[in-house]
C-alpha cells in the first residue's frame, strides 16, 4: 500500500476545481505516492458559509482514509497540502477533533502543508472578502486554525513566498510562530517565488512545496 497526499485547491473560496489541479500528481505518483485532488462549493454558493466548504473538505478526507484500502492506499500514511484559501482549509482540517466528530484515530492525518494560506480570520473579515463571505463572531472563530492549535495532532509545514502581498508572508510567519510556542512541530518555509508561483512549486520535486512535500512523507530520496 501507498502513502496518499490529499490536495485542497485554491481560488479565493470561490474558484478553481479539483479538475484543474492535477499537475501534480505525476511528481506523487513518480515518489510511489497516491495524489487526490477534492472538490468543494464555492462558498458563493452556499450563502457565504466558509463552514460549509470545511465541512466537505472534512468529509473528502474521511472519506479517503476510510476507503484507501480500495485504491491500494496506506490509510496510516494520509498526508493533507493546500494552497491559499486551499492552504486555509488545510489548517482547518488539521485542527479537526478526527475521533470525536468522525469516529477516527485522532492521528487520522500523518502531517499536512499549508501553502500560502490565511490562518487567523479577523483580518480576512476586515478585508473585500467580506463582501462574499458572510463572517459573524463564530465564524470567525470557528475558521480561524490560529485559535485551535490545541487540537493540532501530527507535523505540519507552513510556506510563503517572499514575493507574495505582506498579509500573506505575516499570517504563515505567524501561524508557525503560534504553532512552535505551543510546543507543537511545524517548518516555516521560504521559497523565492509569487503566489500562484508556490502552487505551481507542488508539481516539482525541486520546488518549494514540492520537496517539502516529499521529504514530509519520507518520500525525498525516493
Not at 484507501?68 to 496510516?76: I, K, L
Not at 501561524?175 to 508561483?197: C, M, P, R, S
Amino acid at each position: 500500500m501507498a502513502p496518499i497526499f490529499v490536495f485542497i485547491h485554491g481560488g479565493t473560496w470561490r474558484f478553481g476545481s479539483a479538475g484543474e489541479s492535477g499537475y501534480p500528481a505525476e511528481m506523487f505518483v513518480k515518489a510511489g505516492a497516491h495524489y487526490l485532488a477534492i472538490d468543494f462549493a464555492s462558498v458563493t454558493q452556499v450563502n457565504g458559509d466558509l463552514g460549509v466548504l470545511a465541512a466537505q473538505v472534512r468529509r473528502a478526507i474521511a472519506w479517503v482514509h476510510r476507503n484507501a484500502a480500495s485504491f491500494d492506499g496506506d490509510p496510516e500514511r494520509l498526508y493533507i497540502g493546500g494552497h491559499s484559501s486551499g492552504g486555509h482549509l488545510c489548517a482547518v482540517a488539521l485542527v479537526t477533533d478526527w475521533a470525536s466528530e468522525f469516529g477516527l484515530p485522532g492521528d487520522a492525518i500523518k502531517g499536512g502543508l499549508c501553502m500560502s494560506g490565511m490562518y487567523e480570520m479577523e483580518p480576512v473579515r476586515l478585508s473585500y472578502r467580506r463582501s462574499y463571505i458572510a463572517f459573524t463572531d463564530e465564524m470567525a472563530d470557528a475558521m480561524s486554525p490560529q485559535r485551535h492549535i490545541d487540537k493540532l495532532a501530527t507535523p505540519i509545514v507552513v510556506s510563503y513566498g517572499v514575493f507574495e502581498t505582506p498579509e500573506f508572508r505575516r499570517q504563515a510567519r505567524d501561524f508557525a510562530a503560534a504553532v512552535n510556542a505551543a510546543g507543537k512541530t511545524v517548518t516555516l518555509i521560504e521559497g523565492q517565488y509569487h503566489h500562484d508561483e508556490m502552487a505551481e512549486t507542488l508539481g516539482n520535486p525541486y520546488g518549494a512545496n514540492g520537496r517539502a512535500a516529499l521529504a514530509m512523507m519520507g518520500l525525498d530520496r525516493a
